[in-house]
Protein backbone atom coordinates (compact mmCIF):
# COMPACT_ATOMS: atom_id res chain seq x y z
CA UNK A 1 0.00 0.00 0.00
CA UNK A 2 1.05 3.65 -0.81
CA UNK A 3 0.13 6.63 0.81
CA UNK A 4 0.22 10.11 -0.70
CA UNK A 5 -0.60 13.29 1.36
CA UNK A 6 -0.82 16.72 -0.63
CA UNK A 7 -0.22 20.20 0.93
CA UNK A 8 0.51 23.71 -0.43
CA UNK A 9 -2.72 24.84 -2.10
CA UNK A 10 -4.25 28.10 -1.46
CA UNK A 11 -5.47 31.16 -3.05
CA UNK A 12 -3.23 32.95 -5.01
CA UNK A 13 -3.33 36.44 -7.51
CA UNK A 14 -2.68 36.20 -11.06
CA UNK A 15 0.86 35.79 -11.77
CA UNK A 16 1.66 34.52 -8.56
CA UNK A 17 3.47 31.40 -7.41
CA UNK A 18 2.77 28.18 -5.50
CA UNK A 19 4.31 24.86 -4.17
CA UNK A 20 2.69 21.64 -4.00
CA UNK A 21 4.11 19.20 -1.74
CA UNK A 22 2.82 15.42 -1.87
CA UNK A 23 4.52 13.38 1.11
CA UNK A 24 5.26 9.61 -0.24
CA UNK A 25 5.27 6.97 2.38
CA UNK A 26 4.13 2.96 1.89
CA UNK A 27 6.17 0.18 -0.96
CA UNK A 28 8.33 1.79 -2.56
CA UNK A 29 8.38 -0.19 -5.79
CA UNK A 30 4.56 2.04 -6.88
CA UNK A 31 6.02 5.03 -6.09
CA UNK A 32 8.60 4.33 -9.44
CA UNK A 33 6.22 7.10 -11.52
CA UNK A 34 4.75 10.45 -9.64
CA UNK A 35 2.44 12.59 -11.03
CA UNK A 36 0.20 15.45 -10.13
CA UNK A 37 -3.27 15.64 -12.30
CA UNK A 38 -5.98 18.70 -11.36
CA UNK A 39 -9.80 18.49 -11.91
CA UNK A 40 -11.62 21.70 -12.17
CA UNK A 41 -15.34 21.94 -11.46
CA UNK A 42 -17.39 20.09 -14.12
CA UNK A 43 -13.82 19.01 -16.11
CA UNK A 44 -12.46 15.85 -16.33
CA UNK A 45 -9.53 15.00 -14.41
CA UNK A 46 -6.45 16.27 -16.32
CA UNK A 47 -2.51 15.28 -16.50
CA UNK A 48 -0.30 18.21 -15.30
CA UNK A 49 3.39 16.58 -14.86
CA UNK A 50 4.82 13.53 -13.94
CA UNK A 51 8.07 12.63 -12.85
CA UNK A 52 10.29 8.54 -12.66
CA UNK A 53 11.55 8.73 -9.28
CA UNK A 54 15.27 6.71 -9.80
CA UNK A 55 15.88 8.52 -13.14
CA UNK A 56 14.20 11.94 -12.31
CA UNK A 57 12.83 12.16 -16.12
CA UNK A 58 10.09 14.65 -16.26
CA UNK A 59 6.90 15.15 -18.31
CA UNK A 60 4.85 17.93 -18.73
CA UNK A 61 1.14 19.01 -20.77
CA UNK A 62 1.77 21.65 -23.05
CA UNK A 63 -0.40 23.94 -20.98
CA UNK A 64 2.05 24.49 -17.65
CA UNK A 65 5.09 23.78 -19.87
CA UNK A 66 7.53 26.63 -18.73
CA UNK A 67 5.29 27.52 -15.88
CA UNK A 68 5.54 24.21 -13.44
CA UNK A 69 8.30 22.11 -12.37
CA UNK A 70 7.70 19.19 -11.22
CA UNK A 71 10.48 17.81 -8.57
CA UNK A 72 11.30 15.02 -6.07
CA UNK A 73 13.37 14.52 -2.87
CA UNK A 74 14.43 11.21 -2.45
CA UNK A 75 15.60 12.28 1.60
CA UNK A 76 12.34 13.19 2.46
CA UNK A 77 9.97 11.16 0.29
CA UNK A 78 8.36 13.89 -1.33
CA UNK A 79 7.57 15.15 -4.69
CA UNK A 80 6.87 18.79 -5.36
CA UNK A 81 5.08 21.21 -8.23
CA UNK A 82 6.53 24.49 -8.38
CA UNK A 83 3.73 26.58 -10.11
CA UNK A 84 4.87 29.92 -11.26
CA UNK A 85 3.07 32.62 -13.58
CA UNK A 86 -0.62 31.20 -12.45
CA UNK A 87 -3.37 31.97 -14.57
CA UNK A 88 -7.27 31.98 -13.60
CA UNK A 89 -7.43 28.42 -15.60
CA UNK A 90 -5.18 27.01 -13.47
CA UNK A 91 -7.76 27.15 -10.73
CA UNK A 92 -8.64 23.24 -9.94
CA UNK A 93 -7.95 20.60 -7.25
CA UNK A 94 -4.62 19.00 -7.69
CA UNK A 95 -4.38 15.72 -7.13
CA UNK A 96 -0.60 13.49 -6.73
CA UNK A 97 -0.94 9.82 -8.17
CA UNK A 98 2.14 7.14 -8.16
CA UNK A 99 2.29 3.98 -9.95
CA UNK A 100 4.72 1.07 -10.24
CA UNK A 101 4.56 1.51 -14.27
CA UNK A 102 1.91 3.41 -15.78
CA UNK A 103 1.51 2.87 -19.44
CA UNK A 104 0.56 5.96 -20.68
CA UNK A 105 1.67 8.53 -17.84
CA UNK A 106 -0.70 11.23 -18.77
CA UNK A 107 -3.62 8.67 -18.29
CA UNK A 108 -5.35 8.88 -14.71
CA UNK A 109 -6.89 5.88 -15.27
CA UNK A 110 -3.45 4.25 -15.31
CA UNK A 111 -2.77 5.01 -11.77
CA UNK A 112 -3.21 2.72 -8.51
CA UNK A 113 -2.61 5.41 -5.83
CA UNK A 114 -4.02 9.11 -5.10
CA UNK A 115 -3.81 11.59 -2.14
CA UNK A 116 -6.87 13.70 -1.27
CA UNK A 117 -6.14 16.51 -3.45
CA UNK A 118 -5.71 20.31 -2.59
CA UNK A 119 -7.88 22.81 -3.90
CA UNK A 120 -5.45 25.86 -5.56
CA UNK A 121 -7.62 28.73 -6.45
CA UNK A 122 -6.36 31.87 -9.29
CA UNK A 123 -8.08 35.10 -8.51
CA UNK A 124 -7.80 37.41 -11.60
Known amino acids: QVQLVESGGGLVQAGGSLRLSCAVS????????MAWFRQAPGKEREFVAA????????YYADSVKGRFTISRDNAKNTVYLQMNSLKPEDTAVYYC?????????????????WGQGTQVTVSS
Open 51 to 58: ITWIAGST
Open 26 to 33: GRTFARNF
Open 97 to 113: AADPRPIDYSSSSQYDY
